[in-house]
Structures are given as C-alpha cells and as structure tokens.
C-alpha cells in the first residue's frame, strides 16, 4: 500500500508492505541507511528516529504508521559538509568507535537536547540509558551531550544541531 | 632490529589525541555497514536453525518452501554433497580437529541455533516466510546440558569418536608437584566459575556474496578480523584458487574478538550465490545472532596455592574445564590455551601446573571474546589471592606487591604449553609502577578507611589487581605505500578494521614515519585482500604492534625512493635530500623542493615480522557498595591503569580502555547466557541478556602510560585493546567480598548479578545463625 511521509524535509510516497517496518522502510526503500537495525525488539536503540520531534524506535514502527509524519534520520540532523555541534563534541570526546550506535545515540541526544538543554548528566543517562553501546562504556558519550547542550541553548532548542 | 623507540620530540602525531578520521562518516550517517549494501539481481538469505539440541535428523521436506512465491532455492546437506568442516585458524591439535563443525547439520544437530536449511528468495520477507514451510523431522536425543554430565560421556555428542572431551591443554613452569604443595607452610584450594557469556557486538553479522561466471570467481563482501585466512578456508571448501577469492571489508559495527571468525553462513552464502549464479545476501538477526554467534567464557576451575607465611608464592596448580559448546570453531581452544598459559598472571611463582579441559555440549560453540581466558584466569586467580592474604594476615596489596614479577626478571618466561608447544615470556615492564599509580589515583589508603563498613545501610569496600595483556602475535603484518597522483599518500594494510579506528592511528604512524602532514595520509586501506598480498588481520591486540611497525618499514622504503629520485633530478648524493613537510628537499645553499606529487608512482611494500608476543600490564582498583537488601552493587569508582610500551593516540587508547572496563562489569554483574536442561537459550533476546546501559557504571577512570616500551618492535608498542577487561571480574568480585566481609560472603562464581548475590548473603546468613 502507499505511504506518504516527509523524510528529512522532503515529501516522499512509498509502496509499502504492511508489515513493513518504518526502519527497514528507511534503509531499503529510500537506501537512508544511517539509520541502523540492531535488535529488532526495541531495547538497543540503534534505529531510532525522530517523528514529529519525538525520538521513536523506528524497527518497532511500521512505515504505514508513518502517513502524514515529519521523519528524521542522521542523514537530516547532518550538514553537507563539517559536523554539527553536537557530532563535533561526539569527535571531539571520543564518544564513538565502531559507529554503529552512533545514529540511534545522535538521534536520542538531538531530541532530547531540544527538549531540555540544561538537564544535568543523570538526565543525560537516564535517557541515553535506553541505547545500547558496546564500545565506549557510554561516559564519553554522555560526556558529549553535556558538553553539546550550549550549543541547543544558544539556539533555544528547536532544530539547533 | 632497533630496540629504542623514536624520540618523541621528531614525532608530531604519534602520541597526540588526533581526532579520529572515520568519525566524520560514522557521525553523519555515511558509514558502510555490510547491509547497507545492495546491488543489482541481489537475492535474499534466511537460514532455518535447529530448534532441538540434540537430535537425529530423519528427514528435511523442503518442497512446499520450494514452490512459494519469491524462493528461488532451498539449500540443504543433500544439496552441498560432501559437507565441509570448518577448519581451525588456532591451535589445531588432531584431537582438537575431530570436533570440527560442519557447515550446515549433517545428518544431526548438537545445538539450538544450527544452520539446517538456507532459502534464498526475492526478499528476505520472503525468504523467513519460506522457513517455516520447511518440514524436518528430528528424533530427540538425550541432552548434554551441563559439563559435567559431558564428562561422564553417558550420551556422546560425536558417536565416531566416542567422547565428549577433545582434549585437555597443560602447561607447566617448574614442578608443582605433591611436593612443592606438601612441604608448603600454606596452601588453600578453591572451586571458581565464570559463566557463558559472550561479545555480543552491535552490528548482527551479514554477508553479500557474488559469483563471477565467466571468471569463475567469487567476491564475499562483508569480511572482518581474518579475511586472508577466510579467504583461504572458503576457497579449499569451495575447490577453488585462492586468487579466485575475493574479501571485501566494509565498515564492521564491533568485533570484541567474535565477529570475522568463519561461520557457517561465511561458507553457506557464497555457495548460494554460486549455485544461482546471482548476488546473495544474508542479515543476521538479533536472535540468530545469540545463538549464532561465538559464545564464550563458561569455565570452572579448581585452583590450589602454596605460600610461605609472609605470602611469598611458592606454588600454583589447577584443573580447568571449559564449555566449549557442540563443536570446537575456528579459534575453540584458544581461551583454553589462554587460561593455562597465563593463570599464575603477572606474578613470580616457581612452580606452576595447569590442566585445561575442553568439554562439549549441547549448546552454541564458544570462541574467542576480548581477553580470552584471561578474564576467567584472573578472576579466579585473584579471587584466592584475597582469600589466602586474609588467610595469612598480610596485607592485601603487600600480598601481591611481594609476587609481583620484577623488572630485574624480564624476561620471565610463561608456564609452557607442552601439546602445543608454546613458550612465552614477559618481555618487559616494572609491574610495581603500574600498581603504585593505581593506588595513588584511586586513593587507597583513604579508602582502605571505608573497607568493609557499613554506611548508610550499605556495606563498602574496595580491592585491587594485577594483569598482563598478551599482544602483538604474529607471524607478520604487510603494508604498501603509494605516492598518488595528487601528491597524497594511500596506505594499504593487511591489518583489519573492527571499528577500534584503524584508520586514525595508521594515519599518524605513516604521517610521522614519512614526515608529511595527516591530511596527505589521504586513504587507509584496510582488510579486503585486494590490498595486500598476504595479510594476517586483526586480532589479539595485534593491530598496531605488527601494522603499525610494518607502516615504519615501508615508510622506510618509500623516503629511500623519494630520495634517490630525488637527488637524481637535483644531481646530489641521495643523503642529501631531506623530507620535510611533504616536500623532497635538496642541499643547501639552494635548498630546490620538490612536491610529493613529482614522485607519483613510487610506492614501497613494508613488513613486520615478530614470533614473539608483547605483555601489557597493569592494575585495577574498584569501590562498591552493596546493599544486602537487593543484592545490588554500585560500582563507586573505578580505576584502570596500564603500560602499553607506546601510546599512538591517547583518545582512542582511552575509549578502548573504558570500553573494555564497562565490557567487564558486564560479564562480572549482568551477562549470562542460561540454558534449560533441554539445551534452551533462555536469555536469547536484549530482554534477557543484559549488556551495560549507560546508568550503570558512570564512575570509571583510565590511565594509560608508556613507562616501559616492549623491546620487540622499533616503535616499542605492545597490545592495547584487551587489557582493559581482563582483571574486572576478580577486582570488583574481591571488593564485593571486601565489602561483605563481615557477612562471611565469599564469591566463588560470576556474575553477581542481584539475585545470585542476595542469595548468597542469605546462605552466609543461615550459616552465620545455625552456629
């Protein structure tokens, strides 16, 4: 069936199974393939995404629930060339290795970051606490995000990555 | 061979915390994962695994799977003919290699989770669909759940052989005999475990594979860790050329030492493709891949020490046993291996003896996890330590500052490996400075104020230990270096990324080693045999020891040619010319440069060859709290303090560091892969296996020194990426037990998890009471 969504600003119609699921729709019908599949239950948080704002599990929606959403992948939350703030202070804390996290965690902090650019670092984990990483033991992660909030503050929230 | 590292003051990237290269892809969302592929024609795999542990298979009705839409083939034993074992890379002893596993069930099936069936479809929708339209028909046989049931060999796993225990591995450093221990002023003997958990990386594994017709060749994309030795596995079993081969790594989403091992799937997907003669790909999925990929761990160990009464160890020996699972995969035996090699740890003891057995069961083959044996090793190891100084009443820490090997000792040989033959030794390091400045950070002796009270309700304490990190293996590393057309420089490795950034700290050796700036660094290349004649990959620390001192021998090379061109075009003597800045500069008083891109086409092939092993070392220390309402720990604070010889990058020597130490409170806490009597994976989902969050363990702190480089390699660089989890386990189940003290709890088997403990202080309270 057709689903029509917006995907990083830009309307777009898909012919979709119904069981599809928003992820696998993203990666492999629109080849957005940022967006990462990592367990397929909901618990690691590789694929998550932004509709309408919210940070949501993209493997545990299905496209067609997508119809009419504004949709946001890494792809969107990035520029063409350079790094945003919040992508320099991942670099610059270390706070990735093997990458394959990294959407779901950049994802997580944009929404988040938004939302409440003053939480403190047990909000910081306490959120990012649903996205599971192997390589870093999270404290350069979360040290990332903290120091990333001036950057949201400057912009009031909103769309500042 | 040189054994002084270069002056740090010639060295302008080496040692520096450069940002890394491959973050500005992996940030942006423009890495490449395997499954991020696709190509034209490409079909789709989905694999049917047993579901019973152990059973006969009688028969396999594949052709109702066959007629549904979309499948294009349904690929059994019957199909593969003759079906190959998949052949050791370590340690292959013949009584090993009976145990080898087949690539797809032959005839039985010894675990839940193996391969019986492939369908490849237009889809991988259509594909899993497909699955359960395949009929098999399984007699159940009697389950081999446990090791020690195993060992009785009442029911056999592999009938043809007759026993369920493929070998047992020794090794051996003095004589701890009956002697050594009797005439011993004290000995204690103590039964530890630690339980089958595993690497569990984030990327499932995947594969694309493409059959060439006409040139008979096949390309498998999707290759990490050992794609040479891969490549030659796949082409013996698919009887073809090696040259017909082709791997192809892309970016891997973690390997922690599981992943790039072969699979069956790495043997089950190219043949796919070449019977098609179509592009086919396969994506694990999340619970393929707990019952797919390498377990690990799963030991249990009956330690015995012998020491003078000031703690001074005169004696050590063990039997280990290690539950390997149904089959002994590429690298089975190597934590076995690893356990009798380097139980007795970083410290002086005369007399050594370790037994290591490997046992099968009915349960997912285990294979190598960052820090193989050695996170069982030194759990137990300092686990009884603890117990023998309390025992003895020295200090704790003075315990182990008296065993510790010294640097007068270097080299100190390793307990022999006596079927495989391997020696070993420490090849160099002051032990006592890596302890000192573990103390220091930690602040031990205010600490040592807060051991084993009760504050607050909860009971505190904290602990210390020494490790050695075994690095550097060999045989050898090759790499080439080419001056591009642009004036850039490409380096080709052998060495393999499994996202530990490979690329960042290749870059800074070449940089430094040809004197240019990083940025004309401007491809590492890494993996695919395409690059490369020969290449060994990465694995056991080996990463920057073998590649990175090959960069320096083909960066060497590389300035000798640029040089000699040179000169040859100014008309002076080769020594006359200087690199500076990416610039070929001739003699004074003219001093002509010459840009890098005049030499475009030179490129030199470098080489390093080692059969000797690094020994990183270090100590741990760790403060908890436990509250013996819930049996839950807070891991207060953690430090890690290790010598790796040579820092190329602190930042991702750090995150290397605190990654592994948050990997090992995972094992020592909350990983646990549990079966049932009837060889079930109760724990098969991120639901139940639980990994580290990032509200778990905030507090942990990592100092990195390079205090001692290894005498082994010009660059004086020794392994970095294990040592980092290898003493968790005994470090915060000695403080949990320091903590606890007072309750009489001794923690014998990993994990403490909540329940696990809490009912371990409800036992040490009914003994307590029933005196």
Partial sequence: MPVKFEVNGKRVEVEVEPRLTLADCLRHKLRLTGTHVGCEHGVCGACTVLVDGAAVRSCLMLAVQAEGAKVVTVEGLSRDEGLTPLQASFRKHHALQCGFCTPGMITTAHALLSEEPNCDADRVREVLSGNLCRCTGYISIVEAVLDARTAYRRRGGGNGA | ?771
């Avoid at chain 2, 450069?18 to 034209?40: K, M």
């Avoid at chain 2, 010894?110 to 391969?115: A, D, F, I, L």
């Avoid at chain 2, 149904?326 to 410290?347: D, E, F, H, K, M």
């Avoid at chain 2, 040989?413 to 302890?435: H, R």
């Fill in chain 2, 1 to 771: 061979m040189s054994t002084t590292a270069p002056k740090r003051a010639s060295n302008l990237f080496v040692g520096s915390p450069i940002e890394r290269l491959e973050d500005l892809r992996f940030l942006t969302g423009r890495g490449q994962y395997v499954d991020d592929l696709a190509v034209e024609n490409m079909l789709h795999a989905a694999i049917l695994r047993s579901s019973v542990a152990h059973g006969r298979i009688l028969s396999i009705d594949s052709s109702a799977a066959r007629a549904r839409r979309g499948v294009h083939a349904v690929i059994t034993a019957a199909d593969i003919g003759t079906v190959p074992t998949i052949p050791l890379r370590h340690d292959p002893t013949p009584a090993i290699r009976r145990f080898e596993q087949p690539v797809i069930a032959d005839g039985k099936v010894r675990y839940v989770g193996e391969p019986i069936a492939v369908v490849i479809a237009e889809s991988a929708a259509l594909a899993e669909d497909a699955l359960e339209a395949i009929a098999v028909d399984i007699e159940a046989l009697r389950v081999v759940a446990d090791r020690e049931f195993a060992r009785k060999d009442d029911i056999i796993l592999f009938e043809t052989v007759g026993t369920n225990v493929p070998d047992t591995i020794t090794a051996v450093r003095g004589k701890a005999d009956d002697a050594a221990f009797n005439s011993a002023p004290y000995r204690r003997r103590e039964h530890f475990s630690v339980q089958r958990h595993a690497a569990v990386p984030m990327e499932p594994r995947g594969l694309l594979a493409e059959w060439d017709d006409a040139n008979a060749r096949i390309t498998v994309r999707g290759a990490c860790k050992v794609p040479f030795t891969n490549r030659r596995a796949l082409a013996q079993m698919m009887n073809l050329p090696e040259a017909s081969v082709r791997m192809v790594e892309y970016d891997v989403g973690g390997g922690f030492g599981a992943r790039g091992e072969f699979y069956p799937e790495d043997f089950l997907i190219p043949f796919a493709a070449r019977l098609l003669g179509r592009p086919v790909k396969w994506t694990e999925d999340r619970r393929e891949n707990l019952t797919a990929l390498n377990h690990a761990r799963d030991m249990e160990c009956d330690l015995e020490i012998a020491c003078a009464r000031d703690g001074a160890l005169i004696a050590l020996r063990a039997h280990a046993c290690t539950d390997i699972g149904a089959y002994v995969r590429t690298n089975g035996a190597t934590a076995a291996r690893n356990i009798a090699q380097v139980l007795a740890g970083p410290y002086r003891i005369p007399h050594v003896r370790v037994d290591v057995s490997l046992v099968i069961t009915n349960k997912t083959p285990v294979g190598t996890y960052r820090g193989p044996g050695r996170f069982e090793s030194d759990f137990c190891r300092e686990r009884l330590f603890d117990m023998a100084a309390a025992d003895l009443g020295v200090d704790r820490v003075e315990f182990r500052r008296r065993n510790l090997i010294r640097e007068a000792d270097m080299p100190y040989p390793l307990p022999k490996v006596q079927v495989l033959d391997i020696e070993s030794e420490c090849d160099s390091g002051d032990y006592q400075i890596t302890l000192d400045r573990c103390l220091a950070e930690f602040k031990w002796a205010e600490r040592a104020k807060l051991n084993g009270k009760l504050i607050d309700g909860r009971h505190h304490g904290i602990a210390v230990g020494c490790y050695l990190e075994g690095g550097g293996t060999g045989p050898r590393e090759n790499v080439r270096l080419a001056v591009e057309a642009d004036g850039s420089i490409s380096l080709f490795v052998g060495s393999s990324s499994v996202g530990q950034g490979v690329e960042t700290v290749f870059a800074q050796i070449a940089a430094d080693a040809l004197e240019v700036p990083m940025e004309r660094i401007n491809r590492v290349l890494h993996g695919s045999t395409d690059y490369v004649a020969q290449g060994f990959g990465s694995f056991s620390s080996r990463s920057i020891v073998m590649g990175g001192n090959a960069i320096g021998d083909a960066a060497q090379k590389l300035r000798t040619l640029i040089r000699e061109a040179a000169a040859k075009r100014l008309q002076c003597q080769a020594s006359d010319i200087v690199i500076d800045r990416g610039m070929a500069v001739g003699p004074a008083p003219a001093r002509a440069a010459i840009a890098l891109k005049e030499f475009a086409g030179l490129c030199a092939d470098g080489t390093f060859a080692s059969a000797k092993r690094t020994y990183s070392y270090g100590a741990h220390a760790a403060y908890v709290a436990v509250d013996a309402k819930t049996g839950h720990v807070e891991l207060i604070d953690y430090v890690a303090v290790e010598d790796v010889g040579r820092i190329v990058n602190p930042l991702t020597l750090h995150g290397q560091c605190i990654g592994a130490v948050v990997q090992g409170l995972g094992g020592a806490f909350l990983e646990h892969f549990i079966y049932d009597e009837n060889g079930q994976l109760l724990t098969g989902s991120f639901a139940d296996y639980l990994m580290p969050t990032a509200s778990d363990f905030p507090q942990i702190r990592a100092v990195a020194l390079e205090d001692k480089p290894s005498p082994l390699n010009p660059m004086g660089a020794k392994g970095a990426g294990e040592g980092g989890i290898i003493p968790v386990g005994g470090v915060v189940a000695n403080a949990v037990a320091a903590a606890l003290g007072s309750l009489g709890v001794e923690p014998r088997d990993l994990p403490l998890s909540p329940p696990r403990l809490w009912q371990m202080i409800q036992a040490a309270r009914a003994t307590c009471a029933a005196r």
